[in-house]
């Protein structure tokens, strides 16, 4: 943590209670990743269905029924993205900036990007029926959009990622190094097979519904033969979760593990595996009764996603902690500083030129306020003196694990700066008045 920034922070409290802020961000957040997964894994099955049209005609006219739910589920997600934004730029502002900020000029070109991914997905819907004798055309629309969409994630996770290590900060120079973090790529994979598996549910339903016309939108498909087709994509992309999960959380940096983190995770896997065992059970079932387990299937999803969702949250505040320890220390030190200056400024103290290492170290960490004779926010070096005299080791101490006295401020702690320097620091201390005589 020595070579992380840690810049001072703005000390405003924030308008509403930090708990609730995180348990809004968790489901505002799941929900809006909801419409997403629709919207880059609708865009996906649309171009693969589309190709495999070139070959089996049922599948063209799936590949367009699945390209027009796309331009909805895109404005839904545009739509409650603007939640999620809000409260992690709330809860997490200084992380959020900088990583952004680290990220360059790859964070910068996320809206043009999606602006012309959406572009796509209306042109690939609005010209399918006029581009019936162009289809490679038209299939390279899809596939362009497909590209675009798998691209974007990969930006915002490189960037929602890099906010939970401080310490790599100074080792990230644009977004390719910011892909150098170990977690990146199988986070990265982990939520791709989680995007095809929910929105294959989403398809079973979509498409199995009471309402939905079949035979007309769908010709050359049964029902039961559309939910085993995405009965079984869900099945097999969660088997590769079940393989990318837990090498993602193998890769996470350990100072943000806890037992809380662990929990949150085996809960989700043990509702994950019942979600398996439902679904097979589905592919397994007799046409009459396809369909039986389906809300039971999506009640264990949705579970799972909840408790990987807080096991997520629990992670980042553990990584985050101890940066932002330091950002608290760093602001109340900066408040102090300029408590301090202007007290200096009203007495008419100057500071005394730097003689030592000792004394420089003073001039910068303590003397804001500490003064020689006069009483700033903390005592002054004469009253110092009369209790540490002949003791500079008791100073560091002291200056490592501060405690009240006197009813006025805590100290902060300055432990950070080592022994050596606290030692040279005690040391001028105690000898700055004899120097001064």
Sequence with gaps: MNQTPIPHDIGLQLPINVTFLHIVLVFVFLLHILFVNFMVAGTTFAFIFQVIGLFKKKYDKLAYEISSTVTVNKSLAIVLGVGPLLAINLGYTLYFYSSTALTGIAWLMVIPLVT??????????????????????SIAIGFTSTVLFWLIPFIFLANVNLMLFPSQWPKVSGFLSSLLIPNVIPRYFHFMTAT????????VGWFGRKKYNLKENLAGFTKAEIKKLFYSIAFIT???????GPLTLLTLPVHGISLNVYLFFIFGLLFAILFMILV????RSEKALLGKHFWGIIILLTVTVICMGFGRHEYRERAVTPHRMLVEQKTQNFYWQAEAAQTRERLGISTAPKKSPGEAAFETNCSVCHAKESVLVGPSLVEINEIYQDYPEGIVEWSKAPEVKRGGPVMPPFKHLGDETLLEIANYMLSALDEQE
């Design 238 to 244: 969660t088997c590769f979760q079940f393989f990318i």
């Design 280 to 283: 097979w059970r589905e592919l």
């Design 116 to 137: 012309l991914a959406f572009l796509l997905t209306y042109l690939h819907k609005y010209t399918w029926e006029k581009l019936e004798n162009h289809k490679l055309f």
């Design 196 to 203: 095809m598996a929910v929105t294959s549910l989403f398809a």
